[in-house]
């Protein structure tokens, strides 16, 4: 993870979305608990104090890639076990449809389709298992049929929405910092250490679009007796 694009907005939706999942979770961690579900509730809040840890690291100790990791994989093993189990009223596959956003939103395009792929993968694993009998799942073969294919489509907008966003934060990032440029002609150096004319490189790294004039300082230096007849005028 990279710290500095993991900025004050993701930190504070990270603090939300963790904060909420915490509570979620604890909360039904400890009601399995009373209700004597030893085995899901002694999960439920472990997973919760997972969740709670590595809200922790990023935002008391600035702390990321571990911490994504104590995001990540607590996330896929509740959606696994909502997708087994239903979740409330059958709601757990929804899950499904919000945790990759969070995914690519965090870790970016790459590390976000792996987590993503990994989501899927032991989806279609339990559906496999289901539709053979090895295992019971609530939800019916027509519903896990519909599930994948919508699933795969958010996970290709997803993608191709995160590789525009990287693409144009890198250009931003590109821009910041020191530049070198000449003293005399002032091209700019880029990164492949060829000099290039400013408009140039603006223009392949910004969408700022150039028209051309003279200032009548060059006007008079480069055309004297026009520039002269013009004022004249």
Excluded at 39 to 62: D, W
Excluded at 170 to 189: D, Q, T, V
Excluded at 197 to 218: A, N, Q, V, W
Aim: charged share 15%.
């Amino acid at each position: 993870m990279d710290q500095e694009r993991f900025d004050i907005p993701k930190r504070r939706v990270f603090t939300v979305i963790t904060g909420i999942s915490v509570i979620t979770l604890l909360s039904y961690g400890i009601l399995n608990l009373l209700y004597l579900n030893f085995i899901i509730g002694i999960i439920e809040v472990i997973l919760s104090l997972s969740l709670f840890l590595s809200f922790y690291l990023i935002i008391k100790k600035h702390i990321y890639g571990i911490s994504i990791a104590l995001y990540v994989i607590p996330t896929i093993i509740i959606s696994f076990y909502l997708f087994l189990t239903g979740g409330f009223h059958n709601s757990g596959i929804f899950w499904f449809f919000v945790f990759p956003v969070t995914y690519f939103f965090f870790l970016g395009s790459f590390w976000g389709l792996m987590s993503f792929f990994i989501l899927c993968g032991g989806a279609a694993i339990l559906t496999i298992l289901s539709l053979t009998g090895f295992i019971q799942m609530s939800y019916p073969p027509e519903i896990l049929l519909f599930f994948f294919p919508i699933s795969i489509i958010e996970g290709i907008v997803l993608y191709i929405y995160q590789k525009i966003l990287e693409k144009h934060l890198a250009h931003i990032f590109l821009l910041e910092g020191l530049m070198s440029i000449c003293s005399h002609c002032k091209k700019i150096r880029n990164n492949e250490g060829t000099w290039e004319p400013m408009d140039h490189y603006l223009h392949k790294h910004t969408d700022i679009e150039f028209t051309h004039g003279l200032c009548p300082h060059c006007a008079e230096e480069l055309y004297p007796g026009y520039a002269t007849r013009k004022n004249q005028k």
